[in-house]
């Protein structure tokens, strides 16, 4: 779990949630209902390898991911991206943090895709969506081709709390890094759902600080582990730890990276994505 860095997009609100609308050439966007809660998506590209993309803390699909729908290939892949319950377009409800609220995500996030009709499809998890997306294909190993991770961690350590907590007040965050959430959400809002995710984000109650470790071994799924070594958030030894613990995986390092590799890197970013997911499985 770590602090999501955000780029600049537009936001524009959809109201009628039983209509999909066409925004650009190429990207349909939509509200499905999902275990009670109207869940908005957006998909591109027609490839027959389905992608679900996971935001950060408080991120969507526009403010975390507009590189990758806009430039990942339409051909080989379809892209979709969603705004979990509270987020973004997902709301209401209002977010909330109850102790399972990332194994809500990662239901939330299966029931989503399987109402949009995909079979089986990869996860590309970033920062909170990297652990949702651990936990999504933990519990379905069935419906899970592949998974790519990034600043992500499955346990939050002893140091980990001074990061999170030297950021709890957004009013000392640049107004870069605050005004699109601000967009977003309001300020209030955005300054008191960050603050409850701070809150939460501790788990000092779970034994080892746990987020999702007992979950690991039960991934099965091709892994790709992305860390930036620049990484303010994250430091090394959580991708080790995964690396350590997903059978199978493989570490990728981008020593130049920071938690928002995928946005200042992007191109390098989404050809090792597309070149991982192409890969055939043994």
Same mark, same amino acid.
């Given at each position: 779990?770590?602090?999501? =860095? ?51 803390? =408080? ?5 975390? %991911? ?10 080989? %892949? ?45 996860? #590309? ?17 069935? =419906?899970? $081709? ?18 999170? $907590? ?10 870069? #890094? ?34 999702? #470790? ?18 303010? #958030? ?16 493989? =570490? ?23 070149? %991982? ?6």
């Amino acid at each position: 779990m770590a602090l999501f =860095l955000i780029s600049r997009h537009c936001f524009k609100r959809r109201s009628n949630m039983a209509t999909m609308q066409q925004y650009s050439s190429s990207v349909v966007s939509g509200k499905r209902s999902v275990n009670g809660v109207d869940l908005y998506y957006e998909h591109t590209g027609r490839g027959k390898h389905a992608v679900l993309l996971l935001p950060g803390a =408080l991120g969507s699909t526009k403010t975390d %991911f507009g590189p990758q729908i806009k430039s990942l290939n339409k051909e080989r %892949f379809t892209v979709v991206g969603w705004d979990p319950r509270g987020y973004g377009q997902s709301r209401p409800p209002d977010r909330d943090f109850p102790s399972d609220f990332f194994e809500r995500d990662a239901k939330d996030a299966v029931d989503l895709m399987k109402t949009l009709g995909f079979k089986k499809f990869s996860l #590309m998890g970033w920062s909170d969506g990297g652990i949702t997306a651990l936990l999504a294909a933990a519990r379905n190993p069935d =419906l899970i $081709n592949k998974m790519v991770v990034w600043g992500t961690n499955a346990y939050v350590s002893q140091h980990d709390p001074k990061l999170y $907590n030297a950021v709890r007040d957004v009013s000392k965050w640049s107004e870069r #890094m605050r005004q699109p959430m601000v967009e977003v959400y309001g300020a209030e809002m955005f300054a008191r759902t960050w603050e409850a995710w701070v809150d939460v984000a501790q788990f000092a109650h779970r034994p080892e600080g746990s987020i999702c #470790m007992e979950a690991l071994p039960f991934i099965s799924c091709p892994t790709l582990i992305i860390h930036g070594e620049k990484d303010p #958030m994250v430091p090394s030894f959580h991708p080790e730890y995964l690396l350590k613990h997903i059978k199978g995986s493989r =570490l990728h390092k981008m020593p130049e990276g920071k938690h928002n590799l995928h946005l200042r890197y992007a191109d390098e970013f989404n050809k090792l994505v597309e070149d %991982f997911l192409e890969e055939e499985i043994n």
